[in-house]
């Protein structure tokens, strides 16, 4: 039930995904190669993968592997959110949060864009969110901490990434970071808090040079080109969102 919700959502992820970065009106879903409005039975790309027609019925453009991709993921992760924790507040939250990463990831990842119109309005829900009293330590700490929580969280994730931009611009050239990451870090501090803002944080750079070492060795980026650290971004702070509080726990048990 709650994966079908989440197949829904991805398919408009993948409208919203397909639409904002190009700043016009929201459309109904169409071909973007002949503009053909898709027909209806297509407005969800995975029964049309599944049936095996993936196409556009007028020019027979295959639909990007894109949007079977995100329904599945979206999917799978609401089942799985509903599984953890149950009809709540929080399951919405953070079935929204989630939402959210991926639409940042799709336009981080195809156009390096994260954009004000998506990441704005993520922050007003993230301090709602907190309002509500719903973070990673939900319902233990009381709106007012949770509200001062967050905010000290965003303020950490900002600052660092702001720091981050100007080091990187002033070593590897203007453009090494962007602007979005930095709006992009606040709201993973605005959604899980702090301290779990560090850990957050913490991931994103781990992984992300990581996956940058694997690049240079293997060539297939050189020093010059710029980390998206957007795709970390979204993981670090999706992780520490679900699994912060026993990481953290698990470390300082040790
Ligand atoms: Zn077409």
């Not at 939250?93 to 940042?104: E, R």
């Not at 969110?129 to 994730?157: E, M, P, Q, R, Y």
């Not at 992009?184 to 040079?209: D, K, W």
């Not at 690049?215 to 670090?236: E, K």
Request: with cysteine; glycine share 12%.
């Amino acid at each position: 039930m709650f994966g079908l919700t989440g197949i829904l959502v991805g398919a408009v992820v993948n409208l919203l995904g397909t639409d904002l970065p190009a700043r016009r009106a929201l459309q109904r879903p169409h071909c973007p190669y002949c503009d053909h409005p898709r027909p209806w039975y297509q407005w969800l790309a995975l029964p049309t993968y599944v049936v095996g027609r993936g196409k556009c019925p007028q020019c027979a453009a295959p639909v990007r592997i894109r949007y079977p991709l995100v329904e599945i993921a979206l999917g799978f992760l609401f089942a799985w959110l509903y599984l953890r924790y149950g009809l709540s507040l929080k399951f919405v939250f953070f079935a929204l949060y989630t939402a959210i990463f991926a639409l940042v990831m799709v336009t981080d990842l195809e156009r390096r864009l994260i954009l004000n119109a998506v990441i704005f309005p993520a922050m007003a829900l993230a301090l709602l969110g907190a309002l509500l009293d719903v973070t990673s330590f939900h319902g233990a700490v009381g709106w007012w901490n949770a509200l001062k929580s967050a905010l000290l969280g965003g303020g950490i994730g900002y600052l660092f990434f702001f720091i981050a931009a100007l080091v990187g611009n002033a070593l590897l050239g203007p453009g090494a970071l962007g602007g979005g990451d930095v709006k992009l870090a606040a709201f993973v501090g605005l959604v899980v808090g702090f301290p779990l803002i560090v850990e957050a944080l913490l991931l994103t750079v781990l992984s992300g040079g990581v996956i940058s070492l694997l690049l240079l060795v293997t060539r297939l980026r050189s020093l010059r080109d710029p980390i998206p650290y957007g795709p970390f971004l979204v993981l670090g702070g999706w992780v520490t969102m679900i699994w912060g509080l026993e990481f953290a726990g698990w470390l300082f048990v040790q």
